[in-house]
C-alpha cells in the first residue's frame, strides 16, 4: 500500500472532499484519521481529524469498519467495498 509520503493530495483536487487518510497505530493495533475531506466532515457532522478508531464506538475491533482497515493493515492487500457511511454503524 502506498504511504503518506507515496503522493501529495494537491495532486488529486476533485477527489479530496471525499478522501480520508488514515495512520495505522501498532502495539496495540489501532487507527488514527489524519485527514477528512469536507465531504466526510458533513457526514459525520464534526472534524474527526487525529480521533483514533478506538474511540469511536461503531469503529471498535469486532466492527465491519474495523476489520476492513485491519484485513488491509496486516496484509497489505486493497480492498473495494461499497459500504455506505450510512452502513457505518452495522
Same mark, same amino acid.
Given at each position: %500500500?502506498?504511504?503518506? $509520503?507515496?503522493?501529495?493530495?494537491?495532486?488529486? &483536487?476533485?477527489?479530496?472532499?471525499? *478522501? $480520508?487518510?488514515?495512520? +495505522?497505530? @501498532?502495539?496495540? /493495533?489501532?487507527?488514527?484519521?489524519?485527514?477528512?475531506? *469536507?465531504?466526510?466532515?458533513?457526514? *459525520?457532522? @464534526?472534524? %474527526?481529524?487525529? +480521533? @483514533?478508531?478506538?474511540?469511536? &464506538?461503531?469503529? /471498535?475491533?469486532?466492527?465491519?469498519?474495523? $476489520?476492513?482497515?485491519?484485513? +488491509?493493515?496486516?496484509?497489505?492487500?486493497? /480492498?473495494?467495498?461499497? @459500504?455506505?457511511?450510512?452502513?457505518?454503524?452495522?
Amino acid at each position: %500500500m502506498p504511504s503518506r $509520503a507515496d503522493f501529495d493530495p494537491v495532486d488529486i &483536487p476533485r477527489l479530496l472532499a471525499s *478522501t $480520508a487518510l488514515v495512520d +495505522v497505530l @501498532r502495539d496495540p /493495533l489501532d487507527f488514527r484519521f489524519r485527514l477528512l475531506g *469536507t465531504a466526510i466532515d458533513n457526514i *459525520t457532522s @464534526r472534524n %474527526m481529524r487525529g +480521533v @483514533r478508531f478506538s474511540e469511536i &464506538p461503531f469503529l /471498535l475491533p469486532g466492527n465491519k469498519g474495523w $476489520a476492513d482497515y485491519e484485513y +488491509v493493515a496486516t496484509t497489505g492487500h486493497p /480492498l473495494k467495498t461499497d @459500504r455506505a457511511y450510512g452502513d457505518a454503524q452495522e
